[in-house]
């Protein structure tokens, strides 16, 4: 018997009422928690259960009291603080529990989206120029050239972006970076804007990762005015025009532009020491330069986000993806435990 935990964060609030920002972003989490509970079910001789963390000593009694020969890890954060993402697999090397998905490292330096975009540009991975705004008065004096977008630096999902992100006016980067530190509490970044094509790149794979299907971001539908991104609005609130007019279309037939995007999404993913999986999310300008505007490991892995769909373009069903994603850390399980260990564990198929 392969005894398996999928673990997910439980910070969000209960009451859709009283919502704090990205609450909804981080309740998706337990409807894909069950839906990798379900399909790690169907693996032969599974031990599956899944437990919501709420905390890092919550997380630290289980492993005590359970023992388990590889978890799936779905935590985001913890305590509403994307912060807390890291410590989870800590406390998984702790107690020599295999884990998929991204190492605490890889997970900090991508976190600090700042240091992120600072590490991608030294490995020669093109980046918008940006730089880090703790207060409004480093924005008051700040000479970025606009339009620009502002951004949270610390968060994923599309927590804190809106059209009012993209400034074009410094009234409107000041009113934007006040919004970033008063509402979000941290620092903003603020980033060349980068206006073009915009796709999204899920990366796959362990020791060879492999680009799936590319993802264009169909802005055809937004008003003219509105600027091309995609806000928390489109990316979390189904019934909004937003949502409904960002649509990810799969079958770019550009195939020199498709190398260069590929080339650039997995310079980012090796750059940063990603494993397992990820999302890079790249903007392409008016002369066809991929900028790399985001790195997200450990993405969202739901059945109808956008790399399942990515996986289910390439010819692999969401149950598949999951085992695929459980066998890379059982494997890394088999090659770093010690020989007594390695015979009590049970061999589960690719």
């Known amino acids: 018997m392969t005894r398996l935990l999928v673990l997910y964060n439980r910070d969000y609030g209960p009451d859709a009422a009283i919502l704090r920002p990205g609450d909804e972003a981080r309740a998706g989490v337990a409807l894909t928690a069950s839906a990798v509970e379900r399909a790690l079910r169907s693996l032969p001789d599974a031990e599956v259960k899944a437990f919501p963390v709420d905390s890092p000593q919550a997380l630290r009694e289980l492993l005590a009291a359970e023992p388990c020969d590889a978890a799936f890890n779905l935590c985001e954060s913890l305590r509403g603080d994307p912060r807390y993402e890291i410590p989870v697999p800590v406390i998984l090397e702790t107690f020599g529990v295999s884990y998929t998905g991204n190492t605490p490292l890889a997970l900090r330096v991508a976190l600090d989206k700042a240091n992120a975009q600072a ?60 919004f970033v530190l008063e509402t979000l509490h941290q620092p903003a970044i603020v980033e060349s804007y980068v206006d073009g094509r915009e796709f999204n790149v899920s990366i796959l794979g362990d020791a060879q990762p492999a680009c799936l299907p590319l993802a264009e971001i169909d802005f055809s539908g937004l008003p003219a005015n509105a600027p091309r991104i995609v806000s928390y609005r489109a990316k979390w609130h189904e019934r909004t025009r937003e949502y409904k007019s960002t649509m990810p279309m799969f079958g770019l037939a550009d195939e020199v532009l498709a190398r260069k995007i590929r080339r650039a999404a997995l310079g980012a993913f090796n750059a940063l020491c990603l494993r397992d999986y990820a999302r890079i999310d790249i903007r392409v300008d008016a002369s066809g330069r991929p900028f790399v505007i985001d790195v997200n490991p450990n993405c969202d892995l739901s059945p109808d986000a956008g790399f399942a769909k990515a996986a289910a373009a390439a010819g692999t069903p969401y149950e598949q993806l999951i085992h695929t994603l459980i066998g890379f850390a059982l494997a890394r399980g088999k090659r770093h435990a010690p020989p007594s260990a390695a015979k009590r564990r049970s061999s589960l198929p690719s």
């Open 119 to 178: 590490t991608l540009s030294s490995k020669g991975v093109l980046v918008p120029a940006g730089r880090l705004v703790g207060t409004l008065a480093e924005a008051r004096t700040l000479e970025h050239a606009l339009p620009a977008i502002v951004k949270p630096s610390r968060e994923d999902g599309s927590i804190g972006i809106a059209a009012s992100s993209v400034v074009r006016t410094r009234t409107a980067l000041r009113r934007r970076v006040r």
